[in-house]
């Protein structure tokens, strides 16, 4: 076909594109706001303004051409109580009329990149151009796309998102356990794995931690003795010493060995505990190896099966009690199955009057929310949201949640992202 051929010609999106995606190889994370403006606008729509989430999920902020972030009440959206916050939490894009223009509407598409919600992009578009079938709402969702994946991408080499994502200061504690967190959500068609960790703004023992392979899912979760820096450097050092050993092929006995080493040598006089798991993705054979740990929970057809028990192992740390080859529990999963890791720091949380958070209510909102349709990080999410609400907000201990829904390829199940996306 000859270039000069109009259909070899780039459509004028195509070219839009282009430009976006040539102009961001320059950009630091603070252009990002403009950069978007000025190509979604091109694309036919007006008011174009990208909002990001915080860090504790509660609020939507506008990501402004400026260094200052705006958290005015005219400007910050609730995700529990605003349009766009549903859009949020079902991951699904969702549309309202205009104030005082009835032919226009405005647009919620969220942020995604992969199954990580980063917030929102809001436009203003005709009403007659969304439904004319003329390719404005895809051209949209794939703009969407791209600008998620250079949110993401930009946040690793400045602070303007990192900053704009936090409403409180942070200890420097939580400073160190955030910046080993892998994200928070992650899904496959096999599988889908969310995580939730609190208080936010200075947790310190508590850490989680996933990687997925072709054959194999690997997962743990770590409570640190203790409060604070230590705690948290505790904590670091730990994950390290796991992602070490993991990387290098160690089976479970020998990660968990490798780990109590390395703790004695590194903090004598100090412990933690932790789960280690690891799953055959193909055959859903779970396996893991508790030290010193709350037993993870098996949830089948929307009620909680049991504990799964393996005789624990002392924690980390405890080198001369930890001579006896560590038990490795197994557990054949069934299609829709979730397997959840958690602190004590959840279920041992206290209401002002002394009532247990408790695993029937862990249980419970777990259950309630997947049966709704909800996505696996929404879920996370709002047990999470249960869980300070419980404790009016101040947490007593470290609290940490990670859950596992495992499905084979060929099973239909919740994944993250809905098909309009």
Same mark, same amino acid.
């Given at each position: 076909?000859?270039?000069?051929?109009? /259909?070899?010609?780039?459509?004028?999106?195509?070219?839009?594109?282009?430009?976006?995606?040539?102009?961001?190889?320059?950009?630091?994370?603070?252009?990002?706001?403009?950069?978007?403006?000025?190509?979604?606008?091109?694309?036919?729509?007006?008011? @174009?303004?990208?909002?990001?989430?915080?860090?504790?999920?509660?609020?939507?902020?506008?990501?402004?051409?400026?260094?200052?972030?705006?958290?005015?009440?005219?400007?910050?959206?609730?995700?529990?109580?605003?349009?766009?916050?549903?859009?949020?939490?079902?991951?699904?894009?969702?549309?309202?009329?205009?104030?005082?223009?009835?032919?226009?509407?405005?647009?919620?598409?969220?942020?995604?990149?992969?199954?990580?919600?980063?917030?929102?992009?809001?436009? $203003?578009?005709? $009403?007659? *151009?969304?439904?004319? %079938?003329?390719?404005?709402?895809?051209?949209?969702?794939?703009?969407?796309?791209?600008?998620?994946?250079?949110?993401?991408?930009?946040?690793?080499?400045?602070?303007?998102?990192?900053?704009?994502?936090?409403?409180?200061?942070?200890?420097?504690?939580?400073?160190?356990?955030?910046?080993?967190?892998? @994200?928070?959500?992650? #899904?496959?068609?096999?599988?889908?794995? *969310?995580?939730?960790?609190?208080?936010?703004?200075?947790?310190?023992?508590? +850490?989680?931690?996933?990687?997925?392979?072709?054959?194999?899912?690997?997962?743990?979760?770590?409570?640190?003795?203790?409060? %604070?820096?230590?705690?948290?450097?505790? +904590?670091?050092? +730990?994950? /390290?010493?796991?992602?070490?050993?993991?990387?290098?092929?160690?089976?479970?006995?020998?990660?968990?060995?490798?780990?109590?080493?390395?703790?004695?040598?590194?903090?004598?006089?100090?412990?933690?505990?932790?789960?280690?798991?690891?799953?055959?993705?193909?055959?859903?054979?779970?396996?893991?190896?508790?030290?010193?740990?709350?037993?993870?929970?098996?949830?089948?057809?929307?009620?909680?099966?049991?504990?799964?028990?393996?005789?624990?192992?002392?924690?980390?740390?405890?080198?001369?009690?930890?001579?006896?080859? #560590?038990?490795?529990?197994?557990?054949?999963?069934?299609?829709?199955?979730? !397997?959840?890791?958690?602190?004590?720091? !959840?279920?041992?949380?206290?209401?002002?009057?002394?009532?247990?958070?408790?695993?029937?209510?862990?249980?419970?909102?777990?259950?309630?929310?997947?049966? *709704? %349709?909800?996505?696996?990080?929404?879920?996370?999410?709002?047990?999470?949201?249960?869980?300070?609400?419980?404790?009016?907000?101040?947490?007593?201990?470290?609290?940490?949640?990670?859950?596992?829904?495992?499905?084979?390829?060929?099973?239909?199940?919740?994944?993250?992202?809905?098909?309009?996306?």
């Amino acid at each position: 076909m000859s270039s000069t051929d109009p /259909a070899s010609s780039p459509t004028e999106e195509e070219r839009s594109l282009d430009v976006l995606l040539h102009e961001a190889h320059l950009a630091a994370d603070h252009d990002l706001p403009g950069l978007f403006a000025r190509h979604a606008i091109a694309l036919g729509v007006s008011d @174009p303004v990208t909002y990001v989430v915080d860090l504790q999920q509660r609020i939507l902020v506008p990501f402004q051409d400026n260094e200052q972030p705006a958290r005015d009440v005219h400007s910050v959206l609730t995700i529990d109580a605003t349009l766009a916050g549903r859009a949020y939490q079902h991951i699904e894009v969702l549309t309202q009329a205009v104030d005082g223009a009835s032919d226009d509407l405005r647009v919620w598409l969220p942020l995604l990149d992969g199954t990580e919600r980063l917030g929102l992009l809001a436009v $203003t578009v005709p $009403t007659d *151009a969304w439904h004319d %079938g003329g390719g404005l709402q895809s051209r949209l969702l794939r703009f969407a796309a791209i600008a998620a994946e250079m949110i993401m991408t930009k946040t690793l080499y400045g602070d303007t998102l990192v900053r704009l994502r936090r409403t409180s200061e942070m200890s420097l504690s939580a400073e160190l356990q955030w910046s080993l967190l892998p @994200p928070l959500t992650f #899904a496959s068609p096999e599988l889908t794995i *969310a995580g939730g960790l609190e208080p936010a703004y200075d947790v310190a023992g508590d +850490t989680i931690d996933y990687a997925v392979g072709r054959n194999h899912a690997h997962l743990a979760i770590f409570d640190g003795m203790g409060h %604070g820096l230590p705690s948290a450097q505790l +904590t670091a050092l +730990t994950v /390290a010493a796991y992602r070490n050993a993991r990387r290098g092929g160690k089976d479970l006995a020998d990660i968990v060995d490798f780990i109590d080493r390395t703790v004695v040598d590194s903090f004598a006089g100090t412990f933690i505990t932790g789960q280690i798991v690891e799953l055959d993705v193909a055959t859903g054979l779970l396996r893991w190896i508790n030290v010193g740990h709350p037993d993870p929970l098996l949830i089948r057809n929307g009620r909680l099966v049991r504990e799964l028990h393996a005789k624990p192992r002392p924690p980390f740390g405890l080198g001369a009690l930890n001579q006896a080859v #560590a038990e490795v529990g197994q557990e054949h999963l069934q299609p829709g199955d979730l !397997v959840v890791l958690y602190s004590d720091g !959840v279920t041992e949380a206290r209401s002002p009057n002394g009532d247990f958070f408790g695993t029937a209510r862990l249980v419970d909102l777990l259950v309630r929310n997947f049966a *709704a %349709g909800l996505p696996a990080p929404e879920t996370t999410r709002r047990v999470i949201r249960s869980l300070l609400d419980h404790q009016e907000d101040q947490l007593a201990d470290d609290a940490s949640l990670l859950v596992l829904q495992y499905r084979p390829a060929n099973q239909h199940a919740m994944l993250t992202t809905p098909a309009s996306l």
